[in-house]
């Protein structure tokens, strides 16, 4: 392994003479590793405290635990010593292209191997210096919970009593990890550190800053998206008690007090004028009317393989359908959906000499940082970002417009402004998942497999190929275009990105096909899925521990669906039973298997499951944003509707181990095949397909 | 106009000056920096801001600081000295919070349920826990609420 670690002796303010190990890593290359500067990736202090630096933050899916599991096993670590701190925005922190940011599932992914080395190193370091301070030969020694132990006469020292010591050896050139049999706390289920500052209200979120001379804002934008705003008449506001100030920024009015309630009731007073915008007398209808007019059209931007010809790729595949026995085609489509965080968008900035303080809930700090800058045309050494706690963020933080505002809206205050979004501006001003249609095709032969595939998808995305170019099956001559079109609604990414609207299309696409073939919609998955083993356990995994092929219980029905995120597979079965005519199903249960080769910690691996398969189906169920004269219609939780308790699915998760893959993230690819699995139970059960989204609409319904 | 309000808070006496209509949660959040109780829709909705009045589950986000009265406030730092309240304890035991941004809500909720129906059934729990959890820890409230009854 080309690494190399850099040690140092750092003396600590009351302990003269103390020296903690600090382990440096960058990319493989000799990096500068330095107590409380850059690079410390992992600190062992001379009190016997692990300081382990991360980049990810945490917003509920437990990725901070996993990270220290990972170093502590490898370092043989005392597990209570253990402290998370997040990482400085500086070159050795970020990622290969620049990034600092949470998101795609990746935090344990990019980690895994990097960690390891990290805490093996030290840990081979901690036994050399026992070993020398003993006289013995290292192989004499071994590192358990954060001591070194000579085996054959029991002595031992603590990490902290060797850590100066072993920063005046030299790192190992390839540190020894440890073989799977030996790990003791990946694999295991951890509890999570972050956890009892959760049920004690002590978590301190972004929405819970506070700072000296803070005052408090919210704000209204641009009803319609694009619009600016015109004018507006603070007297009204200002005539509320708290006021203090009425910022006017390009899209958007802030009002700024000393509390929420002064700042809201300050908002509500006023009647800004904004101009139009691009989305003036856009509907959802509109949106969805061409959308259909274009996947029909087909011809839109193919996907390709690198060095694929375009002409050859479609060639082929229009051969192999010419000799196709039958053809069947459907065209499905999902709506906007919001990611709707419990803790709505907030940011609190101060804005004093040139430079820019922040502290925020966010998942993309460089990304939050060069935005800031750009906003206010000052360099982004000048901008500092503080990350707190976050409520919920499924995407949205990947987003910087809340920070961009707060220090836009602070510049002109001079105090600490703490910025908080009202539900609806969170509702209403989100960066959505975007609305799509495709339609999909195949060709089939005589026993109904397909011979040919085609998908045609419409979206208001740009390069939404993801979880249908390629599916999880080896469709044989696929050929699969997408058309872009957008008038101007805001486009994010929402948990699971294209997978969410391409899962549905396929899955719902080869329940058809197997109801098409008469056969079994978990047997003919298998048909196709051969020769893909991994996918093929994992499916027989979930089919099993969901009693698929045994009768369910009256009046109940099973579906089935998966999906492969970047590296994940994840098959789900949903058993319901279904609703009268426009009602909502009851999901009595979700049975889902996944593998991410590693399982670090089990018990968070079960947590997201549960997280993104509801979530999914909250979606599934009754959510979608609409829009009316560009406008979006929803507000509350009335109109966007979430599952709760009672509407809570049993959820059985089966882990799969698969050594020989590698380690992959497990927040997204749950929640993918929930809405199709649906879908397809419902089919089981009424006869009826549903190839729209939500499967209750309020809008759709008042057509 | 502003006026002084004198709040039983966390058992103990406290004094505010607000104006009358501000819900008790931005006092408890901006007075009285319990930041513990949450923010989530301002509409009575969610539940993220639930507390405790004389035990009974509350939204405070909807609820003027001036129909307060002399009611006992309990918010989600007052529920038990030191975290150790059975429901903590059971939230910690079963690994509930994910983001944790609505569990503070939760709990109370949850304490509220157990203290009229100290063993309630999962149609109970269905019934009474009607907050919104975005990260889907529902099943885990459920397991919690058990393991927690009968002692809390």
């Not at chain 1, 398969?613 to 939780?637: C, P, R, Y």
Request: with cysteine; net charge neutral.
């Amino acid at each position: 392994m080309n690494l190399e670690l850099i040690t140092r002796r750092t003396l600590l303010a009351g302990s003269a003479g103390a020296a903690a190990l600090v382990l440096a890593w960058r990319g493989g290359v000799i990096t500068l590793g330095r107590k409380g500067g850059v690079n410390d990736w992992l600190a062992i202090e001379p009190d016997g405290a692990v300081i382990l630096k991360v980049t990810n933050v945490e917003m509920g899916q437990g990725a901070q635990t996993g990270l220290a599991q990972i170093i502590a096993d490898e370092l043989e670590a005392d597990w209570s010593r253990i402290r998370i701190e997040m990482a400085p925005i500086e070159a050795p922190f970020l990622g290969p292209d620049g990034d600092y940011s949470t998101g795609g599932s990746e935090s344990i992914k990019t980690h895994f191997d990097r960690f390891r080395a990290l805490g093996a190193a030290g840990r081979d370091m901690l036994v050399r210096a026992a070993a020398a301070r003993w006289g013995v030969s290292a192989a004499a020694c071994r590192a358990e919970n954060g001591r070194v132990i000579h085996v054959a006469s029991g002595r031992a020292l603590d990490h902290g009593a060797l850590a100066g010591a072993a920063a005046r050896l030299q790192p190992p050139a390839s540190p020894p990890l440890k073989p799977r049999s030996a790990w003791r706390l990946i694999g295991k289920e951890t509890p999570r550190l972050d956890l009892p500052t959760k049920v004690n209200g002590a978590a301190i979120y972004g929405i819970d800053v506070d700072r000296p001379g803070m005052l408090v804002a919210t704000l209204a934008q641009s009803p319609r998206f694009g619009g600016k705003l015109v004018s507006v008449n603070p007297a009204p506001a200002l005539a509320v008690p708290g006021v203090r100030r009425v910022v006017n920024l390009e899209s958007a009015v802030v009002v700024v007090a000393d509390g929420y309630w002064a700042a809201k009731t300050g908002l509500e007073a006023l009647h800004p004028v904004w101009s139009p915008g691009p989305l003036a007398g856009v509907s959802s209808a509109d949106i969805s009317a061409k959308l259909h007019a274009l996947a029909a059209a087909g011809g839109g931007k193919p996907h390709l393989e690198d060095g694929a010809d375009a002409a050859a790729v479609l060639a082929a595949h229009q051969s192999a359908m010419a000799k196709g026995a039958r053809r069947f085609s459907q065209t499905y489509e999902v709506p906007l959906l919001a990611h709707a965080t419990m803790e709505p968008m907030n940011a609190t900035a101060l804005v004093e000499g040139g430079k820019v303080t922040l502290w925020v809930p966010s998942q993309a700090q460089s990304d939050l940082r060069h935005d800031v800058a750009k906003a206010m045309a000052i360099p982004e050494s000048a901008v500092e970002i503080h990350t707190t706690q976050i409520g919920g963020g499924f995407g949205r933080r990947l987003n910087t417009d809340y920070g961009v505002f707060a220090a836009l809206a602070a510049r002109e205050v001079g105090v600490p402004v703490k910025l908080m979004w009202g539900r609806a501006e969170d509702m209403q001003h989100d960066f959505y998942r975007p609305a799509t249609v495709a339609k999909l095709e195949a060709a089939l032969d005589g026993t109904g497999l397909p011979v040919a595939f085609r998908a045609d998808i419409a979206s208001l995305d740009t390069n939404p190929f993801g979880g249908i170019a390629p599916t999880p099956y080896a469709f044989p001559a696929s050929y699969v275009t997408a058309t872009t079109w957008n008038p101007g609604v805001p486009i994010g990414a929402w948990r699971s990105v294209d997978w969410t609207q391409n899962t549905f299309f396929v899955e719902s696409f080869v329940d058809e096909l197997a109801g098409l073939a008469g056969a079994d919609p978990v047997a003919y998955r298998e048909r196709l899925l051969a020769g893909n083993p991994r996918l093929l356990r994992l499916l027989r995994a979930a089919a099993d521990a969901a009693d698929w092929g045994k009768a369910a219980p009256s009046g109940r029905f099973r579906g089935a669906a998966l999906c492969e995120r970047d590296g994940t597979p994840c098959a789900e079965v949903v058993e319901l039973t279904p609703g009268a005519a426009g009602e909502a199903p009851r999901v009595h249960k979700v049975t889902a298997a996944i593998d991410c080769g590693t399982a670090v910690n089990p018990g968070q691996i079960r947590a997201q499951v549960e997280g993104g398969v509801t979530l999914a189906l909250s979606a599934a169920l009754a959510q979608e944003i609409t829009l009316a004269d560009g406008k979006v219609e929803q507000a509350l939780f009335d109109t966007y509707p979430m599952v709760r308790m009672a509407a809570a699915p049993q959820i059985e998760t089966v882990i799969l181990d698969s050594p020989d893959f590698p380690i992959s993230g497990v927040g997204e690819p749950p929640v993918p095949p929930l809405p199709p699995a649906l879908a397809n139970a419902l089919a089981a059960a009424t006869g009826r397909r549903v190839r729209t989204l939500p499967l209750v609409s309020q809008k759709r319904a008042a057509v | 106009m502003s006026q002084t309000f004198q709040l039983n808070v966390n058992g103990a006496a406290r004094t505010v000056s607000t104006e009358p209509a501000t819900p008790l949660l931005w006092v408890l959040r901006e007075n009285l920096k319990l930041t513990g109780t949450k923010f989530g829709c301002g509409a009575a909705m969610c539940g993220a801001c639930t507390v405790l009045l004389d035990g009974e589950a509350r939204m405070s986000c909807t609820l003027p600081v001036s129909a307060v009265g002399a009611a006992k406030v309990t918010t989600i730092e007052g529920l038990s000295p030191n975290g150790s309240h059975p429901l903590q304890q059971a939230w910690l035991a079963e690994q509930v919070p994910q983001c944790g941004y609505c569990q503070s809500g939760m709990i109370l909720k949850a304490a509220a349920l157990l203290k009229t129906n100290p063993r309630p059934t999962d149609a109970d729990i269905d019934a009474a826990i009607s907050n919104i959890c975005r990260c889907g820890t529902y099943g885990r409230i459920r397991a919690a609420i058990h393991r927690a009854a009968g002692t809390a």
